[in-house]
Antibody, heavy 117, light 107 residues
């Protein structure tokens, strides 16, 4: 079955950087677009970014545009999220998600990013 | 950006009752590209409905979706205790994808 395992979360100071990873298995990773979705503590869901199956096309939410970069390595079945210039508002659980058509039927367990001094 | 607004924020219902959750879009959601999710505390969301009215794999028949354009509804026909959760709608018409703020269903 589909498995998505995020890693790389932790506590980071404002203004610093962090890179998240998502290891995928159980499906043909190289044939699917993959997304990041986040959820601040006690808040709702926020779509962060998407990357096309071949990595050529990327789209971002307005709150992260210019600071976050999504990428993938299809040879390693791994998705990445490079997060720069982090602020406390970026504190959230970050989910790696995949679905058939930009809705999400497979979610990882999430990794918590806390931005705090 | 399409803004998704859900109502009510909280819904308190008794077991066996029907629950009706609303999701309104700030502009038309083309091709009914609208999904619903259920999230329980400490868990990742679970897809319930896509295409506004198609149940995802393994979702019980008591969950149904309807609507078009800017007005969508999730109905839970006979609430069970395990349906206590937060429910989110999401459009996938274009970028950016956006979610509603959620409706908490208390049983």
């Amino acid at each position: 079955q589909v498995q998505l395992v995020e890693s790389g979360g932790g506590v980071v100071q404002p203004g610093r950087s962090l890179r998240l990873s998502c290891a995928a298995s159980g499906f043909t990773f190289s044939s699917n677009a993959v997304h990041w979705v986040r959820q601040a503590p006690g808040k709702g869901l926020e779509w962060v970014a998407v990357i096309s199956y071949d990595g050529r096309n990327k789209f971002y939410g307005d709150s992260v545009k210019g600071r976050f970069t999504i990428s993938r390595d299809n040879s390693k079945n791994t998705l990445y999220l490079q997060m720069n210039s982090l602020t406390p508002e970026d504190t959230a659980v970050y989910y790696c998600v995949v679905g058939a058509a930009n809705y999400f039927d497979n979610w990882g367990q999430g990794t918590l990013v806390t931005v705090s001094s | 950006e399409i803004v998704m607004t859900q109502s009510p924020a909280t819904l308190s219902v008794s077991p066996g009752e029907r629950a009706t959750l609303s999701c309104r879009a700030s502009q038309s959601v083309s091709s009914n590209y609208l999904a619903w999710y259920q999230q329980k505390p400490g868990q990742a969301p679970r897809l319930l409905i896509y295409g506004a009215s198609t149940r995802a794999t393994g979702i019980p028949a008591r969950f149904s979706g309807s609507g078009s354009g800017t007005e969508f509804t999730l109905t839970i026909s006979s609430l069970q205790s395990e349906d206590s959760a937060v429910y989110y709608c999401q459009h996938y018409t274009d970028w950016p994808l956006t979610f509603g703020g959620g409706t908490k269903v208390e049983i």
